[in-house]
């Protein structure tokens, strides 16, 4: 079972605010990754991260930021959260040795007003 | 043309009933296969893995890979209410460094 945790879970905040949204997993995982899903929608990459001090964009664009100090820990930031950025935020790690078969965390629901 | 094709469904079946999800594809470069299930409000979850064409069974569930059509199946034998859910192919290249690209996901509804 994998080990990977999101917080929080459901978060409703205003227009303006700057959030953090947390991911983090025990299974000592390379990449790391930031999926947006909408309802009835493909799950859409907006970050991945290879290990410490990598991150990249990813197929969709996004106004949020990554960081990656830690191997166990890849949050995503919202500078100033808008109503646009209202969806599901999923994370996901992988091993390279598995050839990368990701791992999802339970995933967070963003609604901002 | 998206890369790859799931039909969004709701698919509804009574209890007992085999149900059949499907994917198809475009890009002949995918070679490893997934299905992942996932619930209301949860994160996805890892349910089959498959490589290159072939069939693979796991309990009550049998994935099969037809690389010569583009077309990828799951099979989920003796259907229950706890199978509610929605699945999500989703496919990967050693060429695309194993970047998964995902289906919309089929909703499917097992009825008592």
């Known amino acids: 079972e994998a080990d990977i945790y999101q917080t929080p879970r459901y978060l409703v905040i205003g227009t303006g605010k700057k959030i953090t949204l947390e991911c983090s997993q025990t299974m000592g995982h390379d990449k790391m990754y930031w999926y947006q899903q909408d309802p009835g929608m493909e799950l859409h990459l907006i970050h991945y991260?290879?290990?410490?001090?990598?991150?990249e964009k990813g197929d969709l664009s996004s106004e949020s930021t990554v960081s990656r100090i830690r191997t166990e820990h890849f949050p995503l930031t919202l500078e100033s959260a808008r109503p646009s950025h209202t969806s599901q935020y999923l994370c996901?790690?992988?091993?390279?040795?598995?050839?990368?078969?990701?791992?999802f965390g339970p995933g967070t629901r963003l609604t901002v007003l | 043309q998206k890369e790859v094709e799931q039909d969004p469904g709701p698919l509804s079946v009574p209890e007992g009933a085999i149900v059949s999800l499907n994917c198809t594809y475009s890009n002949s470069a995918f070679q490893y296969f997934m299905w992942y299930r996932q619930y209301s409000r949860k994160g996805p979850e890892l349910l089959m893995y498959t490589y290159s064409s072939g069939n693979k069974e796991d309990g009550r569930f049998t994935a099969q890979v037809d690389k010569s059509s583009k077309y990828i199946s799951l099979f989920i034998r003796d259907s229950q209410p706890s199978d509610s859910a929605t699945y999500l192919c989703a496919m990967s290249s050693p060429e695309s460094g194993y970047a998964l690209n995902f289906g919309k996901g089929t909703s499917l509804l097992v009825t008592p």
């Open positions: 991260s290879y290990g410490v001090n990598s991150t």
């Open positions: 996901a790690s992988s091993e390279p040795r598995q050839r990368d078969t990701q791992y």
